[in-house]
């Protein structure tokens, strides 16, 4: 089913809100088998919602609208739709019910304005809206060409349009269209870029059935491979999808870290709990970001220690016991320097194993021979210390993201071992 999603609210236009609406409904929406084709942003303008509007109508069977419909005066999508639709206003006595239990709940009176809530257009199928004042409305118009378009209008505010997405909307539209089965899996990979990871399963990739599509997710450190399958028979589509999914993992075993939601961090906590290991960090240019995304793993005190951020050569000498002369022979950011942290975080925190990262970050600080995106990072293990260069490139943010990822995918790699 071709399907169009329309935002509307100025704040959205202006950066003021992230329009985390969108996203969440497209996902959704895939996820039950209805294809998104276009998503459209636009303020709240009586034109703008009408010609938005028709330009759907004239491409998509269904249009989801969230936004506009609250007790304010700036919120004019219900008259819009009224025009559209050639209808009017009629006062809902259910919605004024559901409008006078919520406001009795929170202990107020129910205003004009809160009042006026309960006044939907003559023609639609009102939603119910547990959480909220505002109904959503269900409107069928016929095409000029034949057949429908579904309208559904909704509140902007997140967590109604949710509860009626799920509760409400797709189980209908589920109920009024066929859709078919759509089965995504994504493989997540670490230390390949993008561009070598296509041309390594570039064979593999041109054999794939017709049916099963694979999209290439790049973000700073991690590239996700989702394959997505779709069909009538659940089942086949499943196990075809996971087939090609085996077949792809033996291809590029020694980059995967997981799949689907899964993380690096999560990823080393199991395996350190298993092993009943522990670990510390000691970082200068990712400033406590490893330290960060370890932690966040719930019941990660039991296997991690702490850090030390060393971010000036005082700390390192004085603190984690760097030698002056490495530093000065070799500069902080060297094979020497950094195995040195490593070595010393696990001796100062009583560990089995470390992790040491130095680098320049940016944008300033990078020298001819030492660029902006130079990186050491060390790994210190109960039989040894080891350290591998990397040069990232000229973001901060980015470099200290893909130096933390990095770091944590070569402790990974020791640890299958």
């Given at each position: 089913?071709?399907?169009?999603?329309?935002?509307?609210?100025?704040?959205?236009?202006?950066g003021?809100?992230?329009?985390t609406?969108?996203?969440?409904?497209a996902?959704?929406?895939?996820?039950?088998?209805?294809r998104?084709?276009?998503?459209?942003?636009?303020r709240?303008?009586?034109?703008?919602?009408?010609?938005?509007?028709?330009?759907a109508?004239?491409r998509?069977e269904?249009v989801?609208?969230?936004?506009?419909?609250?007790?304010t005066?700036?919120d004019?999508?219900?008259?819009?739709m009224?025009?559209f639709?050639?209808?009017?206003?009629v006062f809902?006595?259910?919605?004024?019910?559901?409008?006078?239990?919520?406001f009795?709940r929170?202990?107020?009176?129910?205003?004009?304005?809160?009042?006026?809530?309960?006044?939907?257009?003559?023609?639609?199928?009102?939603?119910e809206?547990?959480?909220?004042t505002?109904r959503?409305?269900?409107?069928e118009?016929?095409?000029d060409?034949g057949?429908?378009?579904?309208?559904v209008?909704?509140?902007?505010?997140?967590?109604?349009m949710?509860?009626?997405?799920t509760?409400?909307?797709?189980p209908?539209?589920?109920?009024?269209?066929?859709t078919?089965?759509?089965y995504?899996?994504?493989?997540?990979?670490?230390?390949?870029?993008?561009?070598?990871?296509?041309?390594?399963?570039?064979?593999?990739?041109?054999?794939?059935?017709?049916?099963?599509?694979?999209?290439?997710?790049?973000?700073?450190g991690?590239?996700r491979?989702?394959?997505?399958?779709t069909?009538?028979?659940?089942?086949i589509?499943?196990?075809?999808v996971?087939?090609?999914?085996?077949k792809?993992?033996?291809?590029?075993?020694?980059?995967?870290?997981?799949?689907d939601?899964d993380t690096?961090?999560?990823?080393?906590?199991?395996?350190?709990?298993?092993?009943?290991?522990t670990?510390?960090?000691?970082e200068?240019?990712?400033?406590?970001?490893?330290a960060?995304l370890i932690?966040s793993?719930?019941?990660?005190?039991?296997y991690?220690?702490?850090s030390?951020?060393?971010?000036?050569?005082?700390?390192?000498?004085?603190?984690?016991?760097?030698?002056p002369?490495?530093?000065?022979k070799?500069?902080?950011?060297?094979?020497?320097?950094?195995?040195?942290?490593?070595?010393a975080?696990?001796?100062m925190?009583?560990?089995?194993?470390?992790i040491?990262?130095?680098?320049?970050a940016?944008?300033d600080?990078?020298?001819a021979?030492?660029?902006v995106?130079?990186?050491?990072i060390?790994?210190?293990?109960?039989?040894?210390v080891?350290?591998?260069?990397?040069?990232?490139?000229?973001?901060?943010?980015?470099?200290?993201?893909?130096?933390?990822?990095?770091?944590?995918?070569?402790?990974?790699?020791?640890?299958?071992?």
């Amino acid at each position: 089913m071709t399907t169009e999603i329309i935002n509307i609210g100025d704040e959205l236009l202006i950066g003021q809100v992230i329009n985390t609406n969108a996203s969440w409904m497209a996902e959704q929406l895939n996820l039950a088998g209805f294809r998104v084709n276009q998503v459209s942003v636009i303020r709240d303008d009586r034109e703008h919602i009408l010609a938005a509007m028709a330009e759907a109508e004239s491409r998509a069977e269904i249009v989801l609208i969230s936004g506009g419909i609250g007790p304010t005066r700036d919120d004019i999508t219900k008259h819009t739709m009224c025009e559209f639709f050639n209808t009017q206003l009629v006062f809902n006595m259910d919605a004024y019910h559901d409008v006078e239990e919520i406001f009795a709940r929170r202990g107020y009176p129910v205003t004009e304005l809160n009042r006026q809530q309960a006044e939907l257009p003559e023609n639609c199928l009102s939603i119910e809206n547990k959480l909220g004042t505002a109904r959503g409305m269900w409107f069928e118009k016929e095409r000029d060409g034949g057949g429908k378009t579904i309208f559904v209008s909704m509140p902007g505010v997140p967590f109604e349009m949710k509860a009626m997405m799920t509760g409400h909307i797709i189980p209908w539209l589920k109920k009024t269209f066929q859709t078919p089965f759509i089965y995504h899996k994504t493989m997540l990979t670490q230390g390949i870029g993008e561009s070598f990871l296509a041309a390594q399963i570039d064979d593999w990739e041109k054999a794939l059935p017709g049916h099963i599509k694979l999209a290439y997710l790049p973000q700073p450190g991690i590239v996700r491979l989702r394959l997505t399958g779709t069909g009538k028979e659940e089942q086949i589509i499943r196990q075809q999808v996971d087939d090609e999914i085996n077949k792809l993992e033996s291809l590029i075993r020694e980059y995967i870290f997981g799949f689907d939601g899964d993380t690096l961090e999560e990823s080393i906590g199991q395996f350190l709990k298993e092993r009943n290991a522990t670990l510390a960090t000691a970082e200068s240019c990712t400033g406590g970001y490893i330290a960060h995304l370890i932690t966040s793993v719930p019941g990660s005190s039991v296997y991690f220690k702490g850090s030390l951020v060393a971010y000036s050569n005082e700390i390192k000498k004085n603190i984690l016991g760097v030698l002056p002369e490495s530093l000065q022979k070799y500069g902080a950011v060297s094979k020497e320097v950094v195995s040195e942290m490593a070595i010393a975080a696990q001796t100062m925190f009583d560990v089995d194993y470390a992790i040491a990262t130095s680098g320049i970050a940016g944008p300033d600080g990078g020298t001819a021979d030492k660029p902006v995106g130079t990186t050491w990072i060390a790994i210190a293990t109960p039989e040894e210390v080891f350290a591998k260069q990397f040069t990232f490139g000229d973001s901060r943010d980015r470099n200290i993201r893909r130096t933390a990822l990095q770091a944590l995918n070569m402790l990974r790699k020791k640890l299958i071992m």
